[in-house]
């Protein structure tokens, strides 16, 4: 079943995941940091890959699921690096801490600090069961690039189709 379904189920995930984010944003106000908003983009390229794929009518094509599996080692490589920073193992990116340009004038820097929130990557915004939602993206898109990459195996193995 779940090979039958792979296409709806990597697309489900994505939207589960894309939402649950956006409502964390925007209904319970957790401003999201860089890193977090990076996490964010391998659902949107999924999500828009599916709906190219349905409007194309190529379901059965391997470039769809070769695209996720290239997704979502993008995705694995900024949500580890979030973990990593999040338990101080790695250093963020020079944007993640504060996000304030350099200014000579008190003014323009008291107005950028008035202005924006500042989000620390280091810190975690909310966790469920101990783990953060660094970390419970990095299984999520870690799920997704295993159960891709049985799903490919399975289905364009080349040795299967020659013996055929």
């Not at 304030?100 to 915004?125: A, G, H």
């Not at 419970?136 to 193995?157: E, G, P, Q, R, V």
């Amino acid at each position: 079943m779940l090979q039958k379904y792979w296409f709806y189920i990597v697309t489900l995930f994505s939207v589960i995941a894309l939402a649950s984010a956006l409502i964390a944003e925007f209904y319970f106000n957790l401003a999201p940091c860089e890193m977090c908003l990076k996490q964010r983009e391998p659902y949107y390229f999924i999500i828009l890959g599916f709906i190219f794929i349905i409007i194309l009518r190529w379901q059965n094509h391997i470039w769809f699921y070769l695209g996720v599996q290239l997704i979502s080692i993008y995705g694995l490589f900024y949500s580890v690096w979030h973990v990593g920073i999040e338990n101080q193992l790695l250093s963020g990116p020079e944007g993640c801490s504060s996000g304030l340009n350099m200014t000579n004038n008190v003014s323009s820097l008291k107005e950028q600090i008035l202005s924006k929130p500042i989000i620390n990557c280091e810190d975690i915004s909310w966790s469920i069961f101990g783990l953060s939602a660094a970390t419970i993206n990095s299984l999520l898109l870690f799920l997704i690039f295993i159960l891709n990459a049985i799903y490919i195996f399975n289905n364009y193995d080349t040795k299967k189709e020659n013996n055929n």
